[in-house]
Structures are given as structure tokens and as C-alpha cells.
């Protein structure tokens, strides 16, 4: 949930929350489960008679609510499958879809990001190569690397989908983002 949630995260993980929810699934599976304890008993049944007296067996047997075939349908079988199944299921679903959606947003955001991050770059090469036509000075192409690397930012030297960055050996590289 947090994936989805960024920005929510700290108010939706905390020791509180956490209590909040445990208290609602144990009190949920509670009650789901006390019709049980109400489906069978413990029965005594007179075996034999010995010169001792008589000698019981206990068995376990159904209640009316543990005998009827209507409650046996409904609570075995549909309440089962759709809490232990459907539920889940959907829970699931409902989050991957969320997920899915947010990394699409932050991709689109990403895409959007490179391309201001290239146009700045290119202002700031068409700048440096203003001034240095303006300049009397020769500059060979390292210095004119050494120039590229101090006017890029840290994280504008290598931005993995960008299409270019700049090697140790102040080499602009540039790659093909469709391979």
C-alpha cells in the first residue's frame, strides 16, 4: 500500500494504524467463526453394562445447527469462498492496479524530466560555445569536455534513459534509448 501511497506513507504505517487493523482482522475472523462452536457438542452413549456398572463412550455429534444442510451450503462453502477467495483475490487486484498506475505516472513524469534535463544542457553547451567564440582563446576539445563536466549538475551527468553521459574520461557518450 505504501507503493502506491508515497506521500501518505508515515501516517499510514504507524504502531497505531498497525493495532487499528490487527484489532479488525481478529474481530472479523471471530466473528466468522462462532457458528462453529455452536455446530456440535460432546455426546455420552451407554456401551455395555460389566459387573462394574455401565461404560460410556463420548463421541462428538451435531447440534440442529450442525445437522442442517442449508447452513452446512451457505458457511462452508459460500462464505468460505468468497472470504477466503474472492476477497483476497480482489484486494490484490484492486492494489496491483494502483501500483500500476502510479509507475505509469512516474514514468510519464521521468520522460518529462529528460527532456527539460536535455534542453538545459543544450542551453547551457550553446551558451559555453557563445563565449567561446567570443574569446580569442583556442580550446582543445578535452578542455571543452572538462567544460561540459563542471557546467552539468551531479545528476545531470548520467540520467540512465537520457540517451548520453559523461564517462570518467570526460567523453560524451551517447546511447540509443530504442535498443
Avoid at 461404560?55 to 451457505?74: F, K, P
Avoid at 462452508?76 to 492496479?97: F, Q, R, S
Avoid at 500500476?100 to 510519464?108: C, F, K, S, Y
Amino acid at each position: 500500500m505504501t507503493l502506491v501511497l508515497v506521500l501518505q506513507a508515515a501516517r499510514l504505517c504507524t504502531v497505531r494504524q498497525a493495532k487499528v487493523q490487527l484489532f479488525v482482522v481478529l474481530t472479523l475472523v471471530l466473528l466468522y467463526n462462532i457458528p462453529r462452536f455452536g455446530e456440535g457438542y460432546l455426546a455420552s452413549i451407554a456401551v455395555n453394562t460389566t459387573d462394574g456398572g455401565l461404560t460410556y463412550h463420548i463421541q462428538a455429534a451435531y447440534t440442529w445447527l450442525g445437522d442442517n444442510e442449508m447452513y452446512r451450503i451457505v458457511y462452508y462453502n459460500i462464505l468460505y469462498a468468497v472470504l477466503m477467495l474472492a476477497v483476497p483475490l480482489v484486494a490484490l487486484t484492486g492494489l496491483n492496479v494502483r501500483l500500476i498506475r502510479a509507475l505509469t505516472a512516474l514514468r510519464r513524469k521521468r520522460a518529462e524530466m529528460q527532456v527539460k534535463l536535455a534542453r538545459a544542457i543544450e542551453t547551457k553547451l550553446k551558451r559555453f560555445h557563445e563565449t567561446k567564440r567570443s574569446c580569442p582563446v583556442v580550446v582543445s576539445e578535452k578542455q571543452e569536455q572538462r567544460e561540459r563536466w563542471k557546467l552539468s549538475k551531479h545528476r545531470e551527468r548520467f540520467c540512465g534513459g537520457s540517451g548520453h553521459h559523461y564517462g570518467k574520461s570526460l567523453r560524451l557518450y551517447m546511447q540509443n534509448p530504442a535498443i
